[in-house]
């Protein structure tokens, strides 16, 4: 099937769309990206969703490049969530649409994609599109460092991640919304949410700055397990801090 005919099947509102994404796109990391083969696809199927414009996805790029100093050794990835454990990402596809271009883009097995800047789909006001119902994903930006051993993370790449989360959340508001929303605010902290469907849980966490190491504070970990909440904003802590999340094997 193709993805007009897809698309007639299964109608979705850009405007709605992106202000549910918006919403939890920001100030949100969800752990443990795996490494998995990349396949380029085509996107085919009974649901096709409009996650985000392209021109919110380059907002986030620009946030990155501009705030770079942050994680400088990191690579920014953009990834399609899972909003709840049932949700299948076998067959998973995404592309770049708009009225005149369609762009095939790579997606692996844990639905991290790789997204380069396009002047013509941004002319086009393409918009990225995935092969899954509007309300069983999501799509939230990874920054990464090279180098970090499994359950780690660099504070650096964190703080950047949410500089890019906001500039993304700020794209998709309204101008009048946009007065409503500091970046600043937002990036205060970041919580850190296990997979869905995920059996471990969350003990805990320590941070690391040289010489320094700290356990976090009990209130840091959600009653369940599922979330540890860090906090970015304490510039005791530099930017190569380092954060080992404690889980239940």
Not at 85 to 106: I, Y
Not at 123 to 149: C, E, F, H, W, Y
Not at 176 to 186: D, H, N
Request: glycine residues 6%; positive net charge.
């Amino acid at each position: 099937m193709t993805l007009a005919r897809s698309l007639h099947l299964a109608p979705m509102l850009l405007t709605s769309c992106l202000a549910v994404n918006a919403s939890t796109v920001a100030a949100q990391d969800v752990a443990d990206i795996d490494a998995a083969p990349i396949a380029t696809v085509e996107v085919n199927g009974l649901f096709s969703t409009t996650l985000a414009s392209y021109k919110t996805l380059v907002a986030g790029m620009d946030a990155y490049a501009r705030e770079r100093a942050m994680a400088p050794a990191s690579t920014l990835y953009f990834r399609i969530v899972k909003t709840r454990p049932t949700v299948s990402f076998v067959g998973l596809q995404a592309e770049l649409v708009g009225p005149t271009l369609r762009l095939p883009l790579q997606v692996d097995g844990v639905g991290k994609l790789t997204v380069e800047r396009n002047e013509a789909a941004l002319a086009d006001r393409a918009s990225l599109i995935v092969n899954r119902r509007k309300d069983a994903v999501t799509l939230q930006p990874a920054v990464i460092s090279a180098g970090l051993a499994p359950g780690v993370r660099r504070l650096g790449d964190l703080r950047l991640q949410c500089q890019v989360a906001g500039a993304m959340k700020r794209d998709a508001m309204s101008l009048f919304e946009r007065r409503f929303l500091s970046i600043a605010a937002l990036c205060k902290s970041m919580d850190v949410v296990l997979p869905a469907g995920v059996a471990r849980r969350y003990l805990g966490f320590v941070m690391r700055d040289g010489a320094r190491s700290e356990r976090n504070d009990t209130r840091a970990v959600s009653a369940d397990g599922n979330v540890a909440t860090i906090a970015l904003d304490d510039p005791s802590w530099s930017d190569e801090s380092v954060i080992e999340y404690l889980t239940t094997r």
